[in-house]
């Protein structure tokens, strides 16, 4: 029998190089710095954990910097010693010893899941009662970029079939030059393919009343996240007066947050990320609710590799709540990778590994060549 009590918890920082520029609403990406977490039991099983943020702290305060002094200072020493398989023991252990810190958690308790499955030679969707799906539908985010890169972009990956739903980065312009680009954008593809958009909270109530009618007459079928993460009220208000679905993200970090939006009536859709709700388990408690409230899931990313990407999928394919499909494109976006075998992403879906914990394997030489010194 494996003894399943955690001897050491180990970070390095990659610096994994994207395939283009990722431009966000307020910095663009060049490369995605990904905290690599790793948790070795006493019988020897490593399993492992990512900590990333899309593009550094901009969008939630953290970063992999961040990440890598709460871990190796905080979290981690009150997991050492404890089982993996003691998850909920060790989230309240780390609630005392770090307050939020979602994504930072979030990495280390990854790792225990996939250190737990792995031990017990079962995939981490097992861990999480099991599949319900083996693939999910996989939309493409582009960067806040002009119209003809954007159109360069979707015709290929449509040609490819890789991708059947696009999802557009707002808020780099001023609204009125953001919101012609999308509109220009949704004529010329003429209803081939479905647009969201994500506007990162960077409008204020009023930009969002005096713009959001456009998107909604141009055929944008679903709005992420306009305005601020705080003001659920205002996105209560927009839900009730336009006639499109909303999707809430910044404004839900926690299962608590997903019960506010659900009492206001806020989205119809939530955006569950593994990192910043702090993990599979808060992950778990979010859909719970949304489902509850009626609110549709959407697995979202926060730009992992394939590690973080996986362990989303393995809960998108547990889970009955996730019925608005996925963004687990993460790894897509990196020039290389540094698993032995990449995820398999066809016919607009991402499709579930087999194989023990998260279904993968690390390419040693890769992780080497990409961590930060
Ligand atoms: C976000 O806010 O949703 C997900 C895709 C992408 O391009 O950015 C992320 C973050
Ligand atoms: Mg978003």
């Not at 004529?187 to 909604?216: K, Q």
């Not at 719970?288 to 394919?317: D, K, N, V």
């Not at 993460?330 to 540094?338: C, F, I, R």
Request: hydrophobic share 45%; glycine share 8%; aromatic share 6%.
């Amino acid at each position: 029998m494996s003894d399943l009590t955690i001897r050491s918890v180990e970070t390095r920082i990659l610096d994994v190089p994207l395939i283009r520029p990722h431009k966000f609403a307020t910095t663009t990406a060049t490369a995605q710095a990904i905290l690599l977490v790793s948790v070795t039991t006493e019988s020897g099983v490593v399993g492992y954990g990512e900590g990333v943020t899309p593009g550094g702290p901009w969008w939630g305060g953290e970063s992999a910097e961040t990440m890598q002094v709460l871990v190796e200072k905080y979290l981690a020493p009150v997991a050492v010693g404890r089982r993996v398989d003691e998850i909920p023991a060790v989230l309240e252990a780390m609630e005392g010893v770090v307050a939020r810190g979602r994504f930072a958690k979030a990495a280390l308790e990854i790792a225990m899941f996939d250190a737990w499955a792995r031990a017990l030679d079962v995939p981490v969707r097992s861990l999480l009662g099991g599949a319900v799906r083996d693939s999910i539908e996989c939309t493409w985010a582009l960067g806040a970029m002009p119209l003809e890169e954007m159109v360069a972009e979707i015709d290929e990956l449509m040609a490819a079939d890789r991708h059947r739903t696009f999802k557009l980065k707002m808020g780099a312009l001023e609204p009125a030059e953001d919101v012609a680009r999308i509109a220009a954008l949704a004529e010329r593809l003429n209803g081939r393919a479905g647009l969201r958009v994500d506007i990162n909270a960077r409008w204020d109530r009023f930009t969002a009343n005096v713009h959001l009618p456009a998107l909604v007459e141009a055929g944008i079928e679903l709005i992420e996240q306009p305005t601020p993460t705080e003001q659920v009220e205002v996105l209560a208000e927009l839900n009730r007066s336009l006639p499109v679905q909303f999707m809430a993200d910044e404004s839900v970090q926690s299962p608590h947050d997903a019960l506010e939006v659900a009492r206001r009536d806020a989205a119809g859709v939530i955006a569950v990320k593994t990192t910043k709700l702090g993990g599979l388990t808060r992950g778990k408690e979010t859909v719970a609710i949304a489902r509850a409230a009626g609110i549709a899931c959407h697995a979202a990313t926060s730009l992992e590799g394939p590690i973080g990407t996986l362990a989303s999928l393995h809960l998108a394919c547990a889970e009955p709540g996730f019925n608005y499909g996925s963004e687990l494109f993460g790894p897509l976006l990196l020039a290389e990778t540094y698993v032995t075998t990449p995820i398999r992403y066809e016919e607009g879906r991402v499709h579930l590994p087999e194989g023990p914990g998260l279904g993968v394997q690390l390419d040693h030489d890769a992780v080497e060549r990409f961590t930060r010194r």
